[in-house]
C-alpha cells in the first residue's frame, strides 16, 4: 500500500485537509485556522493568484486608463 504524503497545516502544523481555493498553495486543517492565518497569508495569496490567472490567460491586468 503507498503512504500517504503528510502535508501540514500552515497554522498548527497537524494534517491539513482543505487547501485555499485562491492561490492553491496554502493548506490548513480546518476553516479556523485558515481564519486565523488569513491577514499573513492574504497578500501572498493575492499575488499568486493574479500571476496564474495572467498567466493562464483568464484575465489581463488593467494598465493605465480605460477608454485611452
Known amino acids: ?3 500517504s504524503r503528510f502535508i501540514p497545516c500552515e497554522m498548527c502544523l497537524e494534517p491539513a485537509a482543505m ?3 485562491r492561490c492553491g498553495l496554502a493548506k490548513y486543517c ?3 485556522c485558515q481564519q ?3 491577514l ?4 501572498c495569496c493575492k499575488a499568486v493568484a493574479a500571476a496564474k490567472c495572467t ?3 483568464c484575465r489581463q ?3 493605465g486608463s480605460e477608454g485611452a
Open 40 to 43: 499573513a497569508h492574504v497578500a
Open 30 to 32: 480546518n476553516r479556523a
Open 19 to 21: 487547501t485555499c481555493t
Open 55 to 57: 498567466v493562464e490567460g
Open 1 to 3: 500500500p503507498s503512504a
Open 61 to 63: 491586468p488593467r494598465l
Open 36 to 38: 486565523k492565518h488569513y
